[in-house]
């Protein structure tokens, strides 16, 4: 069965830390692009943060730049996201997919193909 699975998520006070993991099984993930995405309560669905599968190349949503990492262990068929300096306004469930190489760069959800069932990030005191 082709599937990702997020995890790693949970409640953080602000200026915290966490890192999200996106497990593949069923398919090899070092063969796509993957991109992180959230959802707010009452937004829609942006893109955060892309990591290619050739290069290691990385991109990045502006209001995550210099905090989110984005990385990628082919061996373990994970792609993770460490999350620091985290914000009130950074919670949302957030979800990983999977993206044809030559698409690397987007962040557009329509371009995605697999997607994982998402986890819940709450960044609160």
């Known amino acids: 069965q082709v599937q990702l699975v997020e995890s790693g998520g949970g409640l953080v006070q602000p200026g915290g830390s966490l890192r999200l993991s996106c497990t593949a099984s069923?398919?090899?993930?070092?063969?796509?692009?993957v991109g992180w995405f959230r959802q707010a309560p009452g937004k829609e669905r942006e893109g955060v943060s892309c990591i290619s599968n050739s290069d290691g190349s990385t991109e990045y949503e502006d209001s995550v730049k210099g905090r989110f990492t984005i990385s990628r262990d082919n061996a373990k068929n994970t792609v993770y996201l460490q999350m620091n300096s985290l914000k009130p306004e950074d919670t949302a469930v957030y979800y990983c997919?999977?993206?044809?190489?030559?698409?690397?760069?987007?962040?557009?959800?329509?371009?995605?193909?697999?997607w994982g069932q998402g986890t819940q990030v709450t960044v609160s005191s």
């Open positions: 069923g398919f090899t993930l070092e063969y796509y692009a």
């Open positions: 997919a999977t993206i044809l190489p030559h698409m690397y760069g987007s962040l557009h959800e329509d371009d995605f193909g697999s």
